[in-house]
């Protein structure tokens, strides 16, 4: 079974970076077809995703957080981290790493439990 874990710090002050990890277990990061995500969810609205890393190593981000956004893997861990920078309240979310499947459909198909972050000073 594949299991996601994220890991990081609650509470981030306004300007710094949220950094965030999430440690994959039962599968490879490296493993085609899959892609490796970051969303997030403010409290009381919708998911909204912020990017990925490809089982080869491409990246994709959200337009509206792409400037301030940076994923990356490192393949020896089997892990695969966020960074936001300048954050504000509005970045305060529930941040969930989770698998896609993109091949023959696209699904969401694991999950981390989610951690929240809240950004405050």
């Known amino acids: 079974q594949v299991l996601l874990h994220e890991s990081g710090p609650g509470l981030v002050k306004p300007s710094q970076t949220l950094s965030l990890t999430c440690t994959v277990s039962?599968?490879?990061?490296?493993?085609?077809?899959?892609?490796w995500s970051w969303i997030r969810q403010p409290p009381g609205k919708g998911l909204e995703w912020m990017g990925a890393i490809s089982y080869s190593g491409s990246i994709y981000y959200t337009p509206s957080l792409k400037s301030r956004t940076s994923i990356s893997r490192d393949t020896s861990k089997n892990q695969f981290t966020l960074q936001l920078s300048s954050v504000t309240p509005e970045d305060t979310a529930v941040y969930y790493c989770?698998?896609?499947?993109?091949?023959?459909?696209?699904?969401?198909?694991?999950w981390g439990k989610g951690t929240l972050v809240t950004v405050s000073s």
């Open positions: 039962g599968g490879s990061i490296t493993s085609d077809p899959y892609y």
């Open positions: 989770a698998r896609e499947y993109n091949n023959y459909y696209y699904a969401i198909d694991y």
